[in-house]
């Protein structure tokens, strides 16, 4: 029997940071540039430089990540105040048959 969503979301099924990326999009080519210029970066810095970098890195990755929870979040309540206008909504000038 095919679950619903709601039985995904709550089995922990659904897990959209999951989703990995196709290699040649273009996503795919800045990930690989990103990469290249960071070792390329790396190769030429001294270990503490290198340790300092990471952190940047770390702490940058974080905003990211902070950021895109919170639109994701927002997109989400955005998504369901929709659903819920059109489902309560009536218009003004037509009835409901």
Not at 8 to 17: A, E, F, M, S, W
Not at 50 to 56: H, S, T
Request: aromatic share 12%.
């Amino acid at each position: 029997m095919k679950q619903t969503t709601l039985e995904d979301l709550y089995y922990g099924n659904i897990n959209p940071n999951e989703i990995s990326f196709v290699r040649g999009s273009e996503y795919g080519k800045c990930f690989d540039k990103v990469t290249e210029l960071s070792k390329s970066v790396c190769s030429q810095l001294s270990e503490e430089y290198i340790n300092k970098m990471n952190e940047l890195e770390s702490a940058y990755t974080r905003i990211l990540s902070e950021t895109e929870r919170e639109y994701f979040i927002s997109g989400f309540k955005l998504g369901a105040k929709i659903m819920t206008e059109v489902y309560n909504g009536r218009s003004s000038i037509f009835r409901e048959k």
